[in-house]
């Protein structure tokens, strides 16, 4: 397994305004994913981060509002840009080293007013 | 794409009663996960199975992933008040395999 953290673990924010959450992780891990969770919901993959390149999007998701950094393999960055009430959820960091298995983060549970 | 059909939804069961959720899907999976999601927190692995048949243990909970590849089931057996949570079920896509698509959950109450 792995030790991973989030900040900030929970945040009020307005709209029109960006967030931007950090995810930790104890020791190196080969992958990193960012996931969605709005209320009452299952999770839902926003991208792969890539360490040095571009993340990996999926349908519905993209860089102008979810912009990713992960600049090594320890560490990766999420912003929710240009936010608005429909944002507000639990953004959840996920990592891996053996090829399905994931572990996750604590969350970043967001309002948006 | 990939859809994973988890039920029940919700169940509230007294204390010391077993309990039983499944998973479905349309497609074949090569590995079936269990999470559990406390309130507040993120979802944490219970069980993770890679075979088709295989019957896992750990504690009180068993899972098995289903012959056709195609189901799971995660058994609970007396419950208690701290098994309280979301479970979900969970398996690999993408042509890597390295991402989840995940059930819907099943959200479990445990009345004392």
């Known amino acids: 397994s792995a030790v991973i953290s989030q900040k900030p673990s929970r945040d009020i924010c307005q709209r029109g305004t960006s967030l931007t959450i950090q995810c930790q992780v104890d020791s190196q891990v080969t992958m990193m994913f960012w ?5 009452g919901q299952s999770l839902t993959l926003i991208a792969t981060a890539n360490q040095g390149s571009e993340a990996t999007y999926e349908s519905g998701f993209v860089i102008d509002k979810f912009p990713i950094s992960r600049p090594n393999l320890t560490f990766s960055t999420l912003t929710v840009s240009n936010m608005s009430p429909e944002d507000s959820s639990i953004y959840l960091c996920s990592v ?3 090829q399905e298995t994931q572990y996750f983060g604590p969350g970043t549970r967001l309002l948006v007013l | 794409g990939q859809q994973l059909n988890q039920s029940p939804q919700s169940m509230f069961i007294q ?3 077993d309990v039983s959720m499944n998973c479905t899907s349309s497609s074949i999976f090569n590995t079936w996960l ?11 692995l219970l069980i993770a199975l890679y075979k088709a048949g295989e019957l896992t ?4 909970l068993t ?3 289903g012959i ?3 189901d799971s089931f995660l058994n609970i057996s007396a419950s208690i008040p701290s098994d309280v949570g979301i479970y979900f079920c969970a398996g690999p896509i993408g042509n890597a395999g390295n991402m989840l698509t995940f059930g819907g959950g099943t959200r479990l109450m445990v009345k004392p």
């Open chain 2, 63 to 65: 899972a098995q992933f």
């Open chain 2, 68 to 70: 056709t590849r195609k």
């Open chain 2, 34 to 44: 269990w999470y559990k999601q406390d309130p507040g927190e993120g979802p944490v």
């Open chain 1, 35 to 39: 996931y969605r969770q709005q209320p």
């Open chain 1, 96 to 98: 891996s080293r053996a």
């Open chain 2, 57 to 60: 243990s750990n504690g009180r």
């Open chain 2, 15 to 17: 204390e010391g009663e």
